[in-house]
């Protein structure tokens, strides 16, 4: 063959590799919690805030898939944006627990090898779900709890924060607020303390999924109380097919294992992610008598956003770069 012929070979080749890649669907879903707000308390400039901040977080882990980086490295750019917001529940937006302190959970789990990571109350971490991470690539553990956890991440180089980091005028007030209901009778006690977390997916060229969850958890929570969030399979689940990040009352996430419950209906029975999806929150979960929402993301990039609460914020960026993010059902 002459020199020319094999040239132009390897340029047929190279380009046919390009346009396949080119052709490989990525996909990025976010959340910022669900059976947070109402319309009535959203004002338009803190929706607009709301809005800038799940682009921001979009725009952050697409630019990791569009580069050919990896589904993990996509979700983790995308929840630090988000941790690193007030305006939701996980890092600097954490809630307050009864001692007025921070606890802070996060989980990451990569879709292709089941490899996961895990940290349960925090208070100086900046931004747990790199730790969780750390955890699942630099320990022989998945999840590590407290002091402990914190222990680990100055060995590992993650950065601690004083606990003020994380104090915020807008979470103090709720937590007084959680305090005075608490002194009603049950009934009266304000459901939207169960509520507030933020969660990523995310599709690579290479076919691999990935899923993140990231919390401040439960507002005036006492003894150490540790919601779905960190666990893999409640809140958190990422396999070949299918991933999964919820958001809403954790103690009944964990009870119907809802992370993996969606996967397993992909895994065994064939369904679709909106199906299943659909299924678990507004079915499985509601029957305990708990109420929430997920995103879940397939293979092929298909997603599913259900919820059932008065809303959730939520998000998605394609191939493209073609941004959707939506608060309330319409």
């Not at 319309?39 to 977080?57: F, G, N, Y």
């Not at 959680?178 to 006690?189: G, N, S």
């Not at 919601?227 to 999964?244: K, L, Q």
Request: glycine fraction near 12%; charged fraction near 25%; aromatic fraction near 6%.
């Amino acid at each position: 063959m002459r020199i020319r012929d094999r040239v132009r070979c390897v340029l047929a080749a190279s380009l046919v590799a390009t346009a396949a890649m080119a052709a490989e669907p990525i996909r990025l879903v976010v959340h910022g919690g669900a059976g947070t707000m109402s319309r009535s308390e959203l004002t338009a400039a803190r929706e607009a805030e709301i809005r800038s901040d799940l682009e921001r977080a979009l725009r952050a882990g697409h630019r990791v898939l569009v580069a050919g980086g990896s589904s993990l490295d996509a979700v983790e750019q995308a929840i630090v944006v988000l941790e690193d917001s007030p305006h939701f529940n996980a890092g600097k937006g954490a809630v307050f627990n009864a001692e007025g302190r921070n606890e802070l959970d996060a989980s990451i789990m990569d879709g292709a090898t089941r490899k996961a990571g895990a940290v349960a109350g925090v208070h100086r971490v900046r931004n747990p779900i790199r730790l969780a991470r750390a955890v699942m690539e630099k320990s022989s553990h998945v999840m590590l709890t407290g002091d402990g956890a914190e222990t680990f991440a100055k060995t590992v180089g993650v950065e601690l924060v004083d606990p003020k980091y994380f104090h915020t005028e807008e979470r103090m007030e709720q937590l007084q607020k959680a305090k005075e209901a608490e002194k009603q009778p049950r009934a009266a006690l304000e459901r939207s303390g169960y509520f507030g977390t933020v969660g990523a997916l995310a599709l690579d060229r290479a076919g691999h999924l990935a899923a993140a969850t990231s919390t401040g958890g439960m507002t005036n929570k006492r003894w150490g109380r540790v919601g779905d969030s960190p666990i893999i399979g409640a809140g958190t689940w990422a396999d070949s097919r299918c991933a999964v990040s919820g958001t809403g009352w954790g103690e009944f996430f964990i009870r119907a294992a809802v992370a993996h419950d969606i996967c397993a209906r992909v895994a065994y029975r064939g369904d679709t992610v909106a199906a299943a999806a659909e299924d678990v929150v507004m079915k499985v979960v509601p029957a305990l008598g708990g109420d929430g929402g997920v995103i879940a993301l397939d293979a092929k990039g298909n997603f599913a956003m259900p919820f059932s609460t008065q809303g959730m914020y939520r998000g998605t960026i394609d191939a493209d770069g073609q941004v959707t993010i939506a608060i309330f059902r319409d």
